[in-house]
C-alpha cells in the first residue's frame, strides 16, 4: 500500500530556533515530492523535488531529497511565529496521483 | 488574478442527503483535482479532472463522484451522505495535469449530522 509518512507529528518551538521535518514514502512509480504549508484552510505549495541531493532553498526554508532512503527533509531557520502551520508532505505518482502524509503541526511560540 | 473558488465554504447536511460542492479554477488553469482532509485520515486524494474527463481516482466508494465543466469548473457529488463524510474538501487546480504547482482553494466545510 502506497503511504507518506511524516514526523514529527507536533512540534512547538521558540521563536529563533531550526527545525528539521521529516518524510518518508513508500509510493511506486515515484515521480516527485512535494511540500505544502497550511494555514487555517488552503495549502500553499512551498518546494518539489524530483532529483536526489539537490538542495531547493527559499529564504529560511530549504528542502532535500533522498531517494536511495525515500525520504525528505523540510528544514526552517530562525522560526518566526508567522511559521506556525501544518507542513504536509505529499509525493506524486507517475500516474499523477498524490498522496499525503498527515502533516506536522509546527508551532512557534515567542 | 483570482484564486481557486469554491462554493458553498460551510455546509450542514443531514445522514442520507446529497451533497453538490463547487470549484471554479484559476483562470486558464484545465486541470482539477479534489480532496478530502479530515483530522485522522490527513489529506486523502479524491479524484482529478482535465478537460471534461475523469483521469485519476482515489480510493473512495462510488458515492464520491465528479464532473467538470467546458468551462473547466468542477462539481464534486457526495450521495448519501454518512457522518464519516464529515471533513473539509479541498479543490486545487493546475495549468496541466502534468503541472505538479497546483494552487488550492480554500475548501468547503462539510459537516453531516
Known amino acids: 500500500e502506497d503511504k507518506v509518512v511524516q514526523s514529527p507529528l507536533s512540534l512547538v518551538v521558540h521563536e529563533g530556533d531550526t527545525v528539521t521535518l521529516n518524510c518518508s514514502y513508500e509510493?511506486?512509480?515515484?515521480?516527485?515530492l512535494l511540500w505544502y504549508k497550511q494555514e487555517k484552510k488552503a495549502p500553499t505549495f512551498l518546494f518539489m523535488l524530483t532529483s536526489s541531493g539537490i538542495e531547493k532553498k527559499s529564504g529560511r526554508l530549504s528542502s532535500i531529497l533522498d531517494k536511495k532512503e525515500l525520504s525528505s527533509i523540510l528544514n526552517i531557520t530562525a522560526t518566526q511565529t508567522g511559521d506556525s502551520a501544518i507542513y504536509l508532505c505529499a509525493v506524486l505518482n507517475t500516474g499523477n496521483q498524490f498522496y499525503f502524509g498527515t502533516g506536522t503541526s509546527l508551532t512557534v511560540i515567542p | 488574478k483570482a484564486g481557486v473558488t469554491q462554493t458553498p465554504r460551510y455546509l450542514i447536511k443531514t445522514r442520507g442527503q446529497q451533497v453538490t460542492l463547487s470549484c471554479s479554477p484559476i483562470?486558464?488553469?484545465?486541470?482539477v483535482s479534489w480532496y478530502q482532509q479530515t483530522p485522522g485520515q490527513g489529506l486523502q486524494f479524491l479524484f482529478e479532472?482535465?478537460?471534461?474527463?475523469?483521469?485519476n481516482k482515489g480510493n473512495f466508494p462510488g458515492r464520491f463522484s465528479g464532473r467538470q465543466f467546458s468551462n473547466s469548473r468542477s462539481e464534486m457529488n457526495v450521495s448519501t451522505l454518512e457522518l464519516g463524510d464529515s471533513a473539509l474538501y479541498l479543490c486545487?487546480?493546475?495549468?496541466?495535469?502534468?503541472?505538479?504547482?497546483?494552487?488550492f482553494g480554500q475548501g468547503t466545510r462539510l459537516t453531516v449530522v
Open positions: 483562470s486558464g488553469h484545465r486541470s
Open positions: 486545487a487546480s493546475s495549468i496541466e495535469p502534468t503541472d505538479t504547482e497546483a494552487f
Open positions: 479532472y482535465f478537460s471534461e474527463t475523469q483521469r
Open positions: 509510493v511506486t512509480n515515484f515521480r516527485s
